[in-house]
């Protein structure tokens, strides 16, 4: 009996053997169920590994956010108590209050997909005829046009973005536009003084922006019969934003 079964055991290992490396249907199966094992346990291997990066990475960017607004909340208290007595120093000299509100607006898509600095923005409660400037981490982005009773995002470059600045220590009023290329202060007197490398900032004046946000600083200085141009290079640097800050002046 135990001779039996060793010569059947050694039939069917041969069968195994012969099949495996003569009979291609037989072969092909086998290996297809490998591979198939094989690609499960890779991917199983990937999506776990994946979730593990992913979770580790959430936790840093939570810490991480958590540090920002340990840091930002005195800023904050401070903003609102210098708030508080500029509005006490304009009522004494009867003057209006002044409450800017930032609106966080999200973009939504291209207004036309081979004009990139017009975009279709969310933004909730929009006076569907105002214009509004827009903030992108600190810096001048651009300004809201109404269109099609929606919001309409033009990036600063656009050639229909224009807002009042000012230029360098002396505060030099000038007027902004984009070119789709950089940007551009026209019809500056000849007599003012203008030097590459001066930092330019809005001038609160157009009802678009409070005073003080920055724009760029000045590259280039050409003068023009009476009058010089200055070309800006723009603080903000990114083409598409997931979302700005819509300025609501808030004067009362």
Do not use: C
């Not at 105002?130 to 600190?138: C, Q, R, V």
């Not at 809201?144 to 656009?158: R, S, T």
Request: overall charge positive; glycine content about 6%; charged content about 25%.
């Amino acid at each position: 009996m135990p001779k039996n079964r060793v010569f059947l055991g050694l039939i069917l290992i041969s069968t195994i053997f012969i099949s495996f490396n003569y009979l291609d249907p037989f072969k092909n199966q086998v290996l297809n169920v490998s591979n198939s094992i094989k690609l499960f346990f890779i991917e199983q291997t990937y999506r776990i590994s994946n979730n593990i990066k992913t979770h580790f990475k959430q936790e840093n960017q939570i810490e991480e956010l958590q540090k920002q607004v340990e840091i930002l909340k005195p800023q904050a208290e401070l903003s609102t108590i210098f708030a508080t007595k500029l509005n006490q120093l304009l009522d004494e000299s009867n003057l209006s209050s002044f409450n800017p509100k930032l609106k966080l607006s999200r973009v939504i898509s291209y207004e036309e997909l081979d004009n990139p600095f017009r975009l279709w923005l969310d933004l909730p409660n929009y006076d569907k005829k105002s214009t509004l400037g827009l903030i992108y981490k600190g810096v001048t982005a651009g300004v809201v046009y109404p269109k099609n009773k929606k919001a309409l995002g033009y990036i600063q470059l656009d050639k229909k973005v224009v807002f009042s600045v000012l230029i360098g220590e002396d505060r030099v009023l000038g007027v902004l536009f984009g070119n789709e290329k950089n940007l551009l202060i026209k019809y500056i007197p000849y007599h003012q003084e203008i030097n590459i490398g001066d930092e330019v900032i809005t001038s609160g004046s157009d009802s678009l922006f409070y005073e003080g946000i920055k724009v760029g600083k000045v590259v280039d200085v050409t003068l023009k019969n009476i009058y010089k141009t200055a070309t800006i290079e723009p603080y903000m640097k990114v083409k598409k934003p997931n979302f700005f800050y819509a300025v609501e002046l808030g004067v009362n």
